[in-house]
């Protein structure tokens, strides 16, 4: 009884053959030439590779180190019976693929322009898979060409893949990688970096964010590109003046007035294209600017708006208090008169001069 095997070209194979009933006889290896390679523990082929590895009446296993695809074929085992008994074991040599290379890219393409790259790799057995990645995302590929290499043995893989750049693949990684199923957990990948030309993106940022008259003031036009802009112009809308103010991304304000109000425009530039911007530019009275320290003013006016209030209030109520309390006083100064004789005793009355509690009194007994 044997088996077929599967072997990783440079690894080792071991061949096994085992009878119920050797009557007697010796167990013996034959290579796909029908060269014996031993007969019981006798070595008959002097290739060191071939070892054995064990010796039974019932068994005989021997390995071969460092297979290579030469190795190939259909073993024989036999045991000298009557009649002649055999078992076949089929040896398959898996070729390795090589490292895969990428070629067909030219550096540095220009955005809207396409990528044309082409993946080989040769030396697998059987033929190898190629896969291919833009950026960790899978991208599709053209069908696989497949042609045998001159030994006839093994088989070289072609892959094709082709697409359109734009500004996000600058500096994206293009990967071939290589399924082969001699790789087992590992792989073979290669990559290629792509660099991609694109026309700048403008955008003007204002120093400081909030223009005021008699300030100064930098409009930065800051302009993104591949490669990064060469060439800066300003324009101020509805003006045919050129802007002496302007130094490359930088248009500078000494000293601002009214006058300066208006819509600018800057032009960023490079190999690629030119991109515009533009910043509406409004001065704003200093005088009537508010004070960072507004809001502080809005609490403390409001604090003293209720205060004043409050002030009001209690006047009010004090006001009324002492108007109640005179019409009192009146009151009882008129009682002083209700019961004199003359002006004189009234007003004496009033005063309090003449007591009127203890007047008259009367006790009984």
């Known amino acids: 009884m044997t088996s077929d095997e599967v072997v990783v070209a440079g690894s080792k194979v071991v061949l096994r053959c085992e009878v119920e009933d050797p009557d007697n006889s010796s167990l013996q290896w034959s290579n796909p030439a029908q060269q014996t390679l031993y007969f019981g523990e006798k070595r008959a082929l002097r290739d060191l590779r071939i070892q054995l590895e064990k010796s039974t009446p019932n068994e005989l296993t021997i390995s071969i180190d460092n297979a290579t695809l030469t190795d190939e074929g259909e073993y024989t085992c036999s045991i000298f019976t009557m009649p ?6 089929i040896v398959t040599v ?3 693929p090589q490292k895969p290379q990428i070629s067909g890219y030219t550096d540095p393409l220009k955005e809207g322009e396409v990528a044309q790259l082409t993946c080989v790799s040769s030396g697998s057995k059987p033929a190898a898979e190629l896969r291919w990645h833009k950026g960790g995302s899978p991208l599709p590929g053209e069908p696989l060409e497949v042609a045998e290499d001159s030994n006839g043995k093994t088989f070289t893989v072609r892959s094709r893949v082709e697409f359109t750049v734009d500004k996000e693949d600058n500096g994206v ?6 399924d082969h199923e001699s790789l087992q957990n590992s792989d073979k990948s290669a990559s290629q970096k792509i660099s991609v030309f694109y026309k700048p993106t403008a955008k003007i940022e204002p120093k400081p964010d909030q223009p005021q008259e008699g300030a100064s003031l930098e409009l930065h036009c800051d302009g993104d590109g591949n490669p990064l802009p060469q060439e800066y112009k300003w324009e101020k809308e509805g003006a045919e003046t050129a802007l002496s103010e302007a130094q490359d991304s930088i248009l500078f304000f000494p000293n601002l007035n009214k006058s300066d109000s208006g819509t600018y425009i800057c032009y960023a530039s490079n190999i690629i294209g030119v991109s515009v911007a533009r910043y509406n530019l409004a001065v704003n009275d200093a005088s009537r600017v508010p004070h960072s320290t ?9 604090v003293v708006a209720v205060i004043v209030f409050l002030l009001l209030i209690l006047l009010i109520i004090l006001g009324h208090y002492l108007i109640r309390h005179k019409g009192t006083y009146l009151t009882h100064e008129a009682k002083g008169s209700d019961d004199a004789p003359d002006a004189d005793t009234a007003i004496i009355n009033a005063e309090g001069g003449q007591p009127s509690g ?6 009984f007994i």
């Open 84 to 89: 002649v008994r055999t078992a076949k074991a």
């Open 94 to 96: 898996l070729g390795i």
């Open 173 to 178: 990684e293009v990967t071939c990688t290589v």
């Open 294 to 302: 507004d809001p502080y003013h809005a609490i403390i006016g409001g």
């Open 358 to 363: 203890d007047d008259k009194k009367e006790y």
